[in-house]
């Protein structure tokens, strides 16, 4: 597994930021999406995204994947891993994590970083209508709710799922949290998260009067003010420090009992190299692969204006070996 950054798109902002913005998607051969509402155990809902290909009883693998913070499955990796899985002709899913699908959620709770028992629900719901083996990605925040989940059911894990793949995760949700809200992380990556954050957060609040303060919410600055008011008191936090130490996979992938990928840049601008697991700190089947370039979820490759199939090929190639 190698990757190797163009020389024309040099350093982990520019890395970051013009993937997702300008870098080419091969649309032609991404498969339309089909869209299906699930009801969740408490009475809500989520939005899953299934590729076209997509059958009930199937026995071809499928390739499921978590998005990251404010993604969905049109987000440019997403759709670079929809191609992939269309080319391996593999079925492919996004389910959406609550809010994420541009409708708001029913319930008084939106989404948060190690919200294992969502994964779990909506992979043995996967299990139970797809006949074939279930591989999982998990991007960013996303990949530290599957790696949560994959170290807290530990041998139940290997009952879904055949391997699972972090990419670029915060898999230390504090020290990632502090870095995007520093210099120019702060005023461009926490603008754009807060940007549409903060509306939905306030969208909750109409729905349900009373739910946080809805002052303390206006005047949050970065995402330790948010997740201090909202994300961590609504899913049972006692504040930030507490929702982000909780919340972080990286303390228990001792556990993890499955094959898992965890596949990091170490020029991301937002998750600190030195916050990055320690091979003698996760468990044996952790694959630890930590690129020098990337950036956050970018892996550009090509001739400008590039293209973002590198990391679904890397990370495909590692997965591959486990549908045997």
Known sequence: MQYIAPQWLPGGQLQTIWPALFARHNNTRTPAYVRSRWTTPDGDFIDVDEAAIFQSGQKTPLLVMFHGLEGSSQ????????????EQGW????????????????APRAYHSGDFAEIDWILKRFKLQHAGPLIVVGISMGGNALLRWAAETQSEAKKLVAAVAAVCSPLDLAASGHAIGRGFNRLVYTRMFMRTMVPKALA?????PGLFDRQSLLLAKDLYDFDNVFTGPLHGFDGTEDYWQRASAKPILQDIKVPALVMNALNDPF??????????????N????????????GYTQGLPPGNVHAMPQLVGAWLRQYLT
Do not use: I, W
């Not at 909750?204 to 349900?208: A, E, F, H, V």
């Open 286 to 297: 952790v694959t630890l692969h930590y690129t020098d370039r990337g950036g956050h979820v």
């Open 75 to 86: 987000s440019h990796y997403a759709r670079a891993m929809a191609t992939y899985a269309s």
């Open 204 to 208: 909750k609040l109409q729905q349900y």
């Open 271 to 284: 998750v600190p190299a030195n916050s990055l697991p320690e091979s003698t700190k996760v468990s044996k």
């Open 91 to 106: 079925s492919f899913a996004v389910p959406h994590f609550r809010g994420c699908s541009g409708e708001l959620n029913y």
